[in-house]
């Protein structure tokens, strides 16, 4: 087993329901729970995955994640939530995705998973800037 598919499995033992791309290219996350300001209570979360992974962190370079465009924190829109850029791959049609340009990652691909991951994102969500 790679270690992609063993973090995705992990992630999915986690509780979170995924929908994983049959050529390992995204994952959706389902269900991350969000901080309180915003107007709901969890997203689905979009995750490009580096055709090197762990070596690269997800949200790199042209690997990007995504999350519903048309959030909103304290009834303004999140300053890096980019409605232009869209997945580079076809998604399920019920999402409207927009680019979470997220910058703050400190990877360490020895330690670090896809739960890391969304647990980085899910921080860099408390208390964003708006617009």
Known sequence: MSRLERDLRNLSRAGFPLWIDEQRRFVIVEGIQLPYGYDRSEIPLLIELPSVYPSLA???????????????????????????????????????????CYEKIVWNPLRDDLIAFVEMVRANLTNPETL
Not at 63 to 90: A, K
């Open 58 to 100: 997800p949200g790199v370079g042209k690997d990007r994640i995504f999350i519903p465009g048309d959030i909103q924190y304290r009834g303004s829109r999140l300053e890096d939530v980019h409605d232009g850029v869209t997945p580079r791959y076809e998604t399920p049609e019920r999402y409207d995705w927009a680019w979470l």
